[in-house]
């Protein structure tokens, strides 16, 4: 391909990233000649030639020869044969997938070299240390006794690769990492540029369509992979870089980090809000494959122990709660104990790993003679052997790898990831009202028989794997107690003896915008229902409340709802410091900014004061499970600096910052909301707005992309957007290169309060709304006006078009007039430049799916236009890096 001429800023980008892609991309283009011909090579440059001049008339302000150059690009196009445009499409997609691969290697090579730098202190270690000079060294132990992070695996179909494709990327990337072996010689080199041919002859011929929608299993199949490939390791590595930055020269020799803080928890498998597919039996087989799973890494990580701890009791004599631990174990299952013992003599530590790993594997196999019961029986054997390694003088082996295993069991458990049930409010009273009166009540949506299924399905998967294996059950669409009351009611319908029921930590999910501004009512409420007050006695008083981002969103646009969020969160708060409960908000955010994407570490900071006190949980989905958790270097960095700003969000000071800004800027605040709301409803409350919606974006045919095992809608049409999901709402959006859901309403909200002085002090010195203006920001970089207005024109409602794209320059002209900038993301030159660099490519890619797009609303050839449709879909994701 065509090669785009440098700009100033492009000497910023590492020249690594530009050598790995000019290689990439010189031997794409030799698999493009060997399949097409040098004709397919030379359409695929030509449009990319056209798409960079309009780029560049764009960038340097010249509009309308950006529009000349575009309107030849569509010409172009329109003249390619129906084949010809599928191989073009096709091989733009291919160019982003290794142009990503690219990027996230320069960022492992990063943080690698940031990692190695004499003197370096991890972020996690920077942000303890800054509580503890503030608060003392005692309180800043007790909150780091206490943090957690949990993050949230989803199903939402918002990743639009298909697996084969992740996989062929992935093998690429292996071997662009091993070219930066100093050691590789010509032939060794030459050698991996033909495995590299041939993985992206692999890729290129690797159907980009899915056939069919993926069940859940393969999504819980789908997920393990990532948590076995990387969290595995990642959760180790994170826990020592901590505990070796603040032991410095007794690193390795104690354990400052005494538990493992992250638990992750999964909806996969387990989410069955608007999910037909996701029935109690998947749900008992994903428990059922995740156990499997985590005993696995465990018997592995046991016998290793087992197997090199060869500590002699002569130089480190056993403790006496470890020489009682052996006996136990001996009489437990004396003919195992012989073997084990046998080839250890005068090693108890080595012979009690040995049943340990027995054990581990018993469990695995469900052997209930050896098995352990729970997962704290082996953190107790595991702790016991701790103990006596340091009273025998070996405090090294205590906190090496037994302290990684250790670690691992606390994060894990016998389940790998939590089990959170979901479903929605209106599923649960239309099966009670079915089963008080079935002959008045119809059989509801979903069998009021599988709803008190998955009770039953929790008690089984808590008896086999332990309660905290699947305990929470989400109710989407909280609108009072009386949805919360219903979880508890059905239950006991499932089970009949209230002594058989399951744990339940019930969590209502406030979505809309008035069910935010009423969540505290409906938690009064929700508290003095009998079996909530008597799990708060269990438990601790702790707490769950779930805000949507994506709802609410929908409901009001976004700088209102971002606001609202705002004010839920601090009334949430309040109100759980006046009822003494220990509250975790968990923030179901998506991958789009329009739906609480961006930079999580940013967003804990945002946070009202003792909003996150420790604890954070969020819901991580589609290609964002990828971006942070693909590569395990990258997700020991994303966990870092998440658990920092955790940590951070801990300082008083920080802390009364954001109140004392919360508080100065709440007129301003109320200006933005008010105007900001006025203006996204005048939009889509606009007569036929649904409709129109529908023809000027490819919203209906993102449904049909099989993504997920989720429809995309509940069950109406696209006349009602209430009904609509979230996700293709915000991927319909961005795929018209406007990314509308991410900022409409601002330009208004800044005219009105005027003020552009307060609005700039506003944004240095509040934290939320810093971030609602970066994040709106790089959304408004990632757009395209030329090409958006040609989306547009197809509903035929010039009205409409102008209201938004007055709405659109005017919040550009707001967001660099608050950062004093000449042009967006001017102060990220780098970042920019970037975009820049990707944005032909993906303007090639929305030419030709405005050419698929014309012919569907016309009529004309709709089965070959509905595949050039998917295909564009596809690679304008794998372009812009996000969909829902």
């Known amino acids: 391909m065509v090669e785009q001429a440098a700009s100033p800023q492009a000497e910023q980008i590492e020249s690594k990233v530009l050598s790995d892609l000019a290689l990439l991309n010189s031997l794409l283009d030799q698999i493009v000649v060997e399949y097409g011909g040098t004709g397919l090579l030379s359409d695929v440059d030509h449009l990319l030639a056209l798409a960079q001049r309009a780029t560049a008339s764009t960038v340097n302000g010249a509009g309308d020869a950006a529009t000349k150059w575009t309107d030849e690009a569509v010409a172009y196009v329109a003249g390619l044969e129906q084949e010809r445009a599928e191989h073009v499409a096709h091989a733009f997609t291919c160019y982003f997938h290794i142009a990503n691969l690219c990027e996230e290697r320069e960022r492992v090579r990063l943080i690698r070299r940031n990692a190695e730098q004499a003197g370096h202190v991890g972020t996690m270690a920077k942000a303890y240390l800054g509580l503890e000079a503030e608060v003392g060294s005692e309180r800043a132990r007790a909150e780091l006794a206490g943090i957690e992070f949990r993050p949230v695996f989803t199903a939402h179909p918002t990743e639009a690769r298909r697996r084969s494709v992740f996989e062929a990327v992935r093998a690429i990337s292996e071997l662009l990492d091993a070219r930066d072996d100093a050691r590789l010689g010509p032939r060794s080199l030459e050698r991996n540029r033909t495995a590299m041919l041939a993985a992206l002859d692999r890729l290129w011929r690797t159907a980009p369509l899915r056939d069919a929608a993926p069940s859940p299993l393969d999504e819980v199949r789908s997920a393990l992979t990532v948590v076995e490939q990387t969290f595995v390791s990642a959760l180790p590595e994170v826990y020592r870089r901590f505990d070796d930055d603040l032991s410095g020269a007794n690193a390795g020799t104690e354990a400052t980090l005494k538990h493992g803080f992250v638990r992750l928890g999964t909806w996969i498998g387990g989410d069955r809000d608007g999910n037909p597919y996701v029935t109690a039996r998947v749900t008992r087989d994903a428990a059922q494959r995740a156990h499997q799973s985590i005993l696995s890494v465990l018997e592995d990580k046991a016998r290793h122990l087992a197997r090199t701890l060869t500590v002699d009791d002569s130089f480190t004599p056993p403790s006496g709660p470890l020489r009682a631990l052996w006996a136990r174990q001996r009489t437990l299952a004396p ?67 037994l302290q990684d295993f250790i670690w691992l069991v606390q994060s894990f458990g016998f389940h790998l990831a939590e089990m959170e049930i979901r479903q929605h409010s209106s599923v649960h009273a239309k099966a009670l009202l079915h089963l008080a009166d079935p002959r008045h009540h119809p059989v509801p949506p979903v069998a009021a028989e599988e709803v008190l299924e998955v009770f039953r399905t929790m008690a089984m998967v808590q008896a086999r794997y332990g309660v905290d294996a699947c305990r929470r059950y989400i109710v989407s669409f909280t609108k009072s107690a009386a949805d919360i009351a219903a979880v508890h009611e059905l239950a006991l319908w499932a089970v009949g003896d209230p002594e058989a029921l399951p744990v339940l930590d019930v969590i209502p999910l406030f979505e809309t915008h008035e069910d935010l501004l009423g969540a505290t009512q409906t938690l009064e409420q929700m508290i003095q229902l009998v079996p909530v007050r008597k799990r708060l006695e269990a438990n601790g008083r702790r707490l769950e409340v779930m805000l949507g981002y994506s709802d609410s969103a929908k409901d009001v646009g976004p700088v209102a709802a971002t606001l609202a969020l705002y004010q839920a969160q601090a009334a949430i708060t309040q109100w759980a410091r006046d009822n003494d409960i220990v509250l975790t908000l968990f923030h179901g955010r998506g991958g789009a900014l329009g739906r609480g994407g961006g930079p999580a570490e940013r967003a804990i900071l945002a946070q009202p004061p003792h909003s996150v006190d420790g604890r954070f949980k969020l819901t991580e989905q589609g290609e964002v499970i990828n971006a942070r958790y693909g590569d395990p270097e990258i997700a020991v960095r994303h966990l870092e600096h998440v658990t920092s700003a955790i940590l951070r969000a801990q300082i008083p000071s920080l802390q009364q910052q954001v109140a004392d800004a919360a508080e100065r800027f709440a007129p301003v605040a109320s200006v933005l909301d008010e105007a900001s709301r006025a203006e996204f409803l005048g939009l889509v409350h606009a007569e036929g707005f649904a409709q129109w919606f529908a023809k000027v974006t490819p919203q209906e045919e993102v449904g049909h992309l099989e993504l997920g095992s989720r429809p995309a809608r509940r069950g109406l049409h696209v006349e009602s957007l ?88 005017r919040t550009v002209r707001g967001v660099m007039a608050i950062k004093e900038e000449d042009c967006l993301l001017g102060r990220s030159a780098i970042l920019r430049r970037a975009i820049e660099m990707r944005h032909p490519y993906i303007s090639a890619l929305s030419i030709l799916q405005l050419r698929a797009l014309t012919q569907l609303r016309g009529g004309a050839d709709t089965q070959a236009a509905a595949r050039l449709m998917s295909l564009t879909l596809k690679g304008v994701a794998a372009g812009l890096q996000n969909t829902g």
Not at 759 to 774: N, Q, T, V
């Open 335 to 401: 003919e195992v104990a012989e073997g084990v013992a046998a080839t250890r003599a005068g090693q108890t530590h080595r012979r009690v790993l040995g049943m340990v790993a027995r054990r581990v594997a018993a469990t695995s196999q469900a052997d209930a003679h050896l098995a352990y019961r729970t997962p704290e029986e082996l953190l107790e054997d595991l702790l016991t052997v701790q103990e006596s390694l340091v009273a025998g003088g070996d405090p090294r082996a205590a906190y090496g790898e």
């Open 722 to 809: 209430e009904d609509l999901r979230a996700i293709p709402w915000n991927f319909a959006w961005s795929q018209a290169r406007l990314n509308l859901t991410a900022w409409y309403g601002l330009g208004a909200a800044i005219e009105a309060v005027g003020d552009m002085d307060e609005l700039r002090e506003a944004y240095r010195s509040w934290p939320l709304l810093r971030a609602l203006i970066d994040n709106i920001e790089m959304s408004l970089a990632k757009a395209d006006a030329e090409l958006a207005r040609r989306y547009l024109a197809l509903g035929e409602r010039p009205e409409l078009t102008e209201r938004i794209m007055a709405e659109y320059e």
